[in-house]
T-cell receptor, first 112, second 114 residues
């Protein structure tokens, strides 16, 4: 089993749609959770950190369920510019808290 | 603006010819990382520095070496590049903030091996 699992997609959605990505992680010691966005042939960019209570940043909402070891990202009112690969990222926990494990990414394509 | 800078952005080297990639940061972060990312794959950690302490991943080939002469700079040396080493090489930095180590990536160096 992979440490961080994501549906690779692609998710093809029309502009204005709401889309949700899910991610599961296997390391129960993980304490920090992130969503990164990566455009084609570019570096990953931090989209948002995920907090236990869930958090929202504009059209983006992230949620964490520690009991189920599950993280989600909801994008409302999709824009063409949201087309990218979304990486679910989890830290290793414990003394390796600064070490991250990346999921394989979920590709989103927003169509006009 | 504080940032992570990588040079060069594109590097072409010959099979077996040593190459050095560089990374610098103005964020004053104490942790620096080198990742290798191949097409359609997740970034793979090669090694990282926690301050001056070097940490090598168990599966990083000996062909890959790193140097961190000071807080701001970090280098990736590939001693004898093979065709399989063609990839994007990403440098990242982080510092502990409110219990989190958010990592910030440079734009990457795309390495081609001919």
């Amino acid at each position: 089993r992979k440490e961080v699992e994501q549906d690779p997609g692609p998710f093809n959605v029309p502009e204005g749609a709401t889309v949700a990505f899910n991610c599961t992680y296997s390391n129960s010691a993980s304490q920090s959770f992130f969503w990164y966005r990566q455009d084609c042939r570019k570096e990953p960019k931090l989209l948002m950190s995920v907090y236990s209570s869930g958090n929202e940043d504009g059209r983006f909402t992230a949620q964490l369920n520690r009991a189920s070891q599950y993280i989600s990202l909801l994008i409302r009112d999709s824009k063409l510019s949201d087309s990218a690969t979304y990486l679910c990222v989890v830290n290793k926990g414990g003394n390796a808290g600064n070490m991250l494990t990346f999921g394989g990414g979920t590709r989103l394509m927003v169509k006009p | 603006d504080a940032m992570v800078i990588q040079n060069p952005r594109y590097q072409v080297t010959q099979f077996g010819k040593p190459v050095t990639l560089s990374c610098s940061q103005t964020l004053n972060h104490n942790v620096m990382y080198w990742y290798q990312q191949k097409s359609s794959q997740a970034p793979k950690l090669l090694f990282h520095y926690y301050d001056k302490d070097f940490n090598n991943e168990a599966d990083t080939p000996d062909n890959f070496q790193s140097r961190r002469p000071n807080t701001s700079f970090c280098f990736l040396d590939i001693r004898s590049p093979g065709l399989g080493d063609a990839a994007m090489y990403l440098c990242a930095t982080s510092i502990r903030t409110s219990g989190l180590y958010e990592q910030y990536f440079g734009p990457g160096t795309r390495l081609t091996v001919t």
